[in-house]
């Protein structure tokens, strides 16, 4: 599929050309461990469905749209006491979250979350959640479970994100989470923009349980997500993951169910978000009929956001016009129905736009 607006701009070769040498290995590492064998679980929590594939486009990313705030993973909370973690199942010791900034870190000697088994992972949930996840998300990537330890892996980090992640919740001890007192003339994109935060500020208005940016109030003490979010695309699952950070330290954030490319014709390998592509309400020009579809049709194939994709791959670099979209055919989640590109509901795709931002995150499509 082709987007208009997702052509070759003059400017991507020097944007990407400094910071693909340093991507393309941690893109790589990713590869490596991208897909869960076994049963299929999804943390969305929402019962929509998905909807097709949509294409050029004339839309402008918005900058002051506010996204309608529905429960992502569990139920809403909306007040909920701070939550402690030990140290001993993490690979660094972590202070309470700092005003300002990510927690303080102090290289510690951890009980390697690789060598604990399931049952003591799960055991360990209630008095150390921050430590049971990075736990459970080394048990999920090893690929070692059988489907019902991964259903129960699954349903219990799910449980956890709910609470750390998708909540107003401060956690103790999160190297993912810092805090923020709101300030006069203060919005959540100048929040976001402030603090360095690496997604979507419609990240913060979630995690939060913000029913709207007007109900921000100076000196109310805001959880903002810290570094960057990264997916992975496991063709042979249907399966999008979503994690915080890189490397051992990295952890399971969300499952999303995918739809693929006809014929198998996905690419796959390392890629990064198309700079200036990301769009909400975007038109498509059908590239095999050259029917066009508004922004605002019902019928336009590729719902409500389009996240451009760039291959930094020698292999990939050449495929252009490719994305993460919305689809008004539900049923073609878990099928190869697309032009190539990953498909989503629209409420998914919703949040994995908001996750994903350029030039932070990496996408890697496994076969």
């Known amino acids: 599929m082709t987007l208009g607006s ?26 490596a461990a991208a897909g869960v064998a076994g049963g299929t679980y999804y943390f969305t929590g929402n019962d929509k469905t998905p909807t097709t594939d949509r294409v050029s486009t004339n839309a402008v990313p918005p900058t002051t749209a506010t996204p309608s705030v529905a429960p992502i993973v569990a139920q809403k909370t909306t007040e ?23 927690a303080a870190i102090q290289p510690v000697t951890p009980s390697a979350p690789s060598t604990m088994n399931l049952a003591t992972t799960l055991a ?29 892996a699954m349903t219990s980090l799910r449980e956890l994100n709910a609470k750390l992640f998708f909540s107003p919740a401060m956690s103790v001890g ?36 913000m029913k709207s940016e007007k109900s921000l109030r100076i000196g109310q003490k805001l ?7 990264h997916a992975e695309v496991s063709k042979s699952n249907y399966q999008m993951k979503i994690y915080a950070g890189e490397g051992p330290s990295r952890v399971l954030i969300a499952i999303f169910p995918v739809g693929l490319g006809e014929l198998n014709s ?23 009929t050259g029917e066009h579809f508004a922004s605002d049709d019902p019928k336009n194939p590729i719902g409500e956001r389009w996240i451009g994709l760039i291959g930094v791959e020698a292999h990939n670099q ?9 689809t ?40």
């Open 174 to 209: 999160d190297p993912f989470i810092r805090v923020y007192t709101v300030q006069p003339g203060d919005t959540l994109s100048k929040v976001a923009k402030k603090n360095d935060v690496q997604t979507d500020w419609r990240i913060i208005q979630r995690m939060n349980g």
């Open 266 to 288: 996905t690419p796959t390998g390392a890629f990064m978000v198309r700079p200036k592509s990301k769009l909400i309400n975007p038109e498509w020009n059908n590239p095999r």
């Open 80 to 102: 909920m006491p701070a939550i402690s973690a030990k140290s001993g199942a993490q690979p660094v010791a972590m202070t309470a979250p700092v005003e300002g900034g990510g």
């Open 328 to 367: 008004v055919d539900p049923a073609s989640i878990g099928k190869q129905a697309s032009m190539g590109c990953v498909r989503m509901s629209d409420a998914d795709v919703e949040l994995v736009y908001e996750f994903l931002t350029e030039p932070n995150s990496t996408i890697v499509i496994a076969p």
């Open 6 to 31: 997702q052509q070759p701009r003059s400017s991507s070769a020097t944007l990407f050309g400094a910071n693909r040498r340093k991507l393309i290995p941690i893109a790589l590492a990713l590869v």
């Open 124 to 152: 360990m949930a209630p008095a150390d959640p921050v430590g049971a996840r990075l736990a459970l998300t080394h048990l999920l990537d090893r690929r070692e479970l059988n489907a019902a330890e991964e259903f129960a």
């Open 223 to 229: 959880k903002l997500p810290v570094g960057a979010f």
């Open 318 to 326: 050449g495929f252009k016009g490719y994305g993460i979209h919305g």
